[in-house]
């Protein structure tokens, strides 16, 4: 049973296109959370979700947009992607509002825009 | 702004000796520290965290030091095994930030 999952793993597509992340997790957490990790193996948090509100948004252009449809689900979706959103997207989850609580990744999203 | 940096961005160490990782951060409001452990193709592991009420914390293998006077981390690895393979990664947060800031990783390779 994978406690954060993802889906897709890979995703390649073409720059303009729309795309959606997936992510669920089962460990009954209550906060979720996107982070992007680029080419140089930088992971820097996007959004967090904590009971289906939005907590956390960092400065990230508004094609990305967070949904959660339940506290289990925080799904991501790209409008008009480009060239530099290319990067490995993790989902993650904690018990509480903040990481002490306990993190938990997914094994990542790898996007290529081409 | 935010900050966790890394002094080496790759080390490499025989198979049985211990590792050493260092982190620096910049935050000296953080007072929860993280070590993460990632390896190819998953998303990062938790190894050991560390409060900054305390300066050193022990695990299976792994010890994490915190100097708060010059905000570093470490993190010690006994006894590397291949399977110590990974990029590492310290990480910060503090009361109410509810989020963690990422150092850029450090790559861990084991000689045999």
């Known amino acids: 049973d994978t406690a954060v999952s993802q889906t897709p793993k890979y995703l390649v597509t073409q720059m303009g296109n729309d795309k959606s992340i997936k992510c669920e997790q089962n460990?009954?957490?209550?906060?979720m959370y996107w982070y992007k990790q680029d080419s140089k193996k930088f992971l820097k948090i996007m959004f967090s979700?904590?009971?289906?509100?939005?907590?956390i948004n960092e400065t990230v252009p508004n094609r990305f947009s967070p949904k959660s449809p339940d506290k289990a689900h925080l799904n991501l979706h790209i409008n008009s992607l480009e060239l530099g959103d290319s990067a490995v997207y993790f989902c993650a989850s904690s018990q509480g509002a903040g990481p002490w609580d306990g993190y938990t990744f997914g094994s990542g999203t790898r996007l290529t825009v081409v | 702004g935010e900050s966790v940096g890394l002094h080496l961005p790759t080390l490499s160490v025989q198979e049985g000796d211990n590792s050493i990782i260092n982190c620096a951060y910049s935050n000296s409001a953080s007072d929860y520290f993280i070590w993460y452990k990632q390896e190819s193709g998953k998303g990062p592991q938790f190894i050991i965290d560390i409060r900054s009420n305390m300066d050193k914390r022990q695990g299976q293998r792994v010890t994490v030091l915190l100097n708060k006077t010059v905000k570093h981390l470490s993190l010690q690895i006994a006894a590397t095994q291949p399977g110590d393979s990974a990029v590492y990664f310290c990480?910060?947060?503090?009361?109410?930030?509810?989020?963690?800031?990422f150092g850029q990783g450090t790559r861990l390779t084991i000689n045999p």
């Open positions: 979700y904590n009971n289906k509100e939005l907590i």
């Open positions: 990480a910060e947060s503090y009361q109410g930030a509810q989020k963690l800031v």
């Open positions: 460990l009954g957490h209550d906060t």
